[in-house]
């Protein structure tokens, strides 16, 4: 099959590798839809441990299912593989299972492929008028989902229900929906990015800064470097809490003093639980989360000159999707 594999820092190939090993309990999925996410990006700038080249990046993936008693099926695709037995898998937290995997990190290949190969319990079916290439991001949707959900959670009652959102990509702007779906209406994204903030306020509909106008009870940090902790310390209104989602880079940032003295909350928050992830995907289904048109679509070929074009800042959409070639011959 045709893969863009990632072989060393900003290298991307389209080349022939082998067909994905479908293990017992998993199905192989012809995908027809991925998502460039930030964490590929990290990854193919050489900033990612987890990713060592030469890996098959990509996991934000729709398709059909290829062979088995559910081809023909369409699907997106959770990514994350759990062991479905531990004690946080049994609480509903699969997202922190010591035995987590995901797919585009060893052992377990990525979707910028013609195929993918993912247990059942992974596949979420698609409604047949909706598309693939929609259904694509259904897991950055969840990612946003699942932190708009713990930081209301975790808001105290009497606290207004405001936020801040630092980053306007497609995690940014997929937390403003969900919160958005969930009930806050007074939500601003911070993107310093000049045509990323031109479309979130004219194609998306959003109220987007270059600079935050205000301090905020949820302050949602979407992108994750020592900067954008420093302004999310700042931020937060006393009695808040901040939301880390962004995995920009590791160290500084955080003022742990003002955290301390004002009573501010921190969670950090990794992908999603597999109720967040199904959750999120019938909201899109059922058009609770608007068009979900912020994306564009390129082919696979094209990947590399895609990651090259989000590198150097030229993209304004949130997200680049991108469509692997048809098969050559039926695969079985």
Known sequence: MKA?????????????????????GEHLVRIH???????????????????????????????????GPLAGRRVTINPLVTCGSCSYCRAGRENLCPERQIISMPPREGAFAQFVAIPEANLVTVPDAFPLEKAALAE????????????????????????????????????????????IEDIEICEPNAGRL??????CGLHARPSPAQTAPIVIDAVGFASTRASAS?????????????????????DIRRLTLQEIGFIGTYTYTAQ???????????????????????PLEDGAAAFRDIRAGNVATPKIILTPPEPATPQI
Request: hydrophobic fraction near 45%; include cysteine.
């Open 4 to 24: 863009l594999v990632y072989d060393t820092v900003e290298t991307l190939t389209l080349r022939d590798v082998p067909m994905p090993s479908v293990q017992t």
């Open 33 to 67: 839809a991925v998502g460039i996410c930030g964490s590929d990006m990290h990854a193919y700038l050489g900033h990612d441990e987890r990713r060592p080249a030469p890996l098959i990046l990509g996991h934000e993936a729709a398709g059909v299912v290829a062979e």
């Open 140 to 183: 950055p949707i969840a990612v946003g989902w699942h932190a708009a959900r713990l930081a209301l959670e975790a808001l105290h009652p009497a606290m207004t229900k405001r936020a801040l959102i630092l980053g306007g990509g497609a995690i940014g702007l997929a937390t403003a929906l969900s919160l958005r779906t969930m009930g």
């Open 198 to 203: 031109q479309y979130l306020t004219s194609h």
């Open 234 to 254: 700042a931020l937060a209104e006393p009695g808040g809490v901040i939301v880390h989602v962004g995995l920009g880079d590791n160290e500084g940032g955080l």
């Open 276 to 298: 967040d992830f199904r959750d999120a995907a019938q909201a899109m289904f059922a058009g609770r989360l608007g068009s979900l048109d912020w994306f564009e679509t390129r």
